[in-house]
């Protein structure tokens, strides 16, 4: 374990992050969600606050926040929930899927040079408070600790191969790691062999919700090229999930899983009268697995994969 993990709140350093959740959504907020996505619409300080409540409860002390630029996350907002609760968030940078990106149109049109020049402003300088969603950028205090893209097939369209290149670009640039999107768990591998060409190197990757594909032989071949997966449908798929977790380290490679909860949906949430709550992900791995795996998941493997190369 060593470096240190860019907080929005500043540098961490890894060996003190504690057990981790690699995927969470605290705050998603823009009148396209807000429209036509209303059951991921998490546009509440106090609501967040109350579901991190119960997670830093059950033990957990870091997430990261994995909204993107101009996909609804809030500088402002996730730096309230960090600091009222006491849980270290690491904020986003990068590009979500196409369908959040209506009339925003440097997000299909800028070059991978200018992607990657906004993604490292978000690192080195600050998030945009206006998410770049405004007619002008004024820089927070607020840092973004990782790079998002993501994909919806099996194979990289041209908009994905220019994020997929802002993004090898800001990893060079940066030292912070790539967290993926792979659409229903699938087109994995054309992720893998992309970033892993463009020279990322592959424990600085991982790949989330590939545990909605239940096929261990698929997951072996990601693992195998020595990228991390990011396991987060264990609130939804419980049986899957860790079915996968227990095969996956059975096959030796418990060093690089991450887990995470995914909990964009309202319905997730308890304190919205949802089920079964962000902290059962935490409270359901201490029962069920062993006191060093529960180590190894929630706390090493996350400090070493955050932690800036």
Known sequence: MSGVIRTIGGDLPSEQAGPTYVHEHLIIDTPLVAETMPHIHLDSVDEAVAEVGTCVAAGVRTMVDA???????????????????????????????????E???????????ALATRFIADIEEGLDRHDYLGESIERSEAVAGIVKVATLGQELSPRDERLFEAAAITVARTGVPVL????????????????????V????????????????????????????LCYDQGL???????????AMVEQGFEHQILLGTDGARRSLWSTLGGSPGLAALYRTS????????????????????????
């Open 236 to 246: 939804r798929s419980p049986e899957g999930t860790f079915g996968l977790v227990s």
């Open 286 to 309: 201490i029962a069920e697995l062993s006191p060093g795996l529960v180590e190894t998941l929630f706390v090493a493997n996350p400090a070493r994969f955050l932690g800036r190369a």
């Open 103 to 113: 009339g925003v149109s440097w997000a299909s049109e800028e070059s991978p040079d």
């Open 67 to 101: 909204m993107p630029a101009a996909s609804g996350r809030d500088p402002e907002r996730l730096s309230r929930v960090s600091v009222l609760t006491g849980m270290r968030v690491v904020a986003a940078t990068g590009l979500h899927t196409e369908k959040y990106y």
């Open 201 to 228: 190197a592959s424990e600085r990757v991982a790949l989330s919700h590939t545990d909605k594909v239940v096929d261990a032989g698929y997951h072996r071949d990601l693992l195998a090229s020595g990228v991390m």
């Open 180 to 199: 993926t999107h792979t659409e229903g768990g699938r087109g994995g591998m054309a992720q893998v062999e992309r970033l892993l060409g463009l020279g």
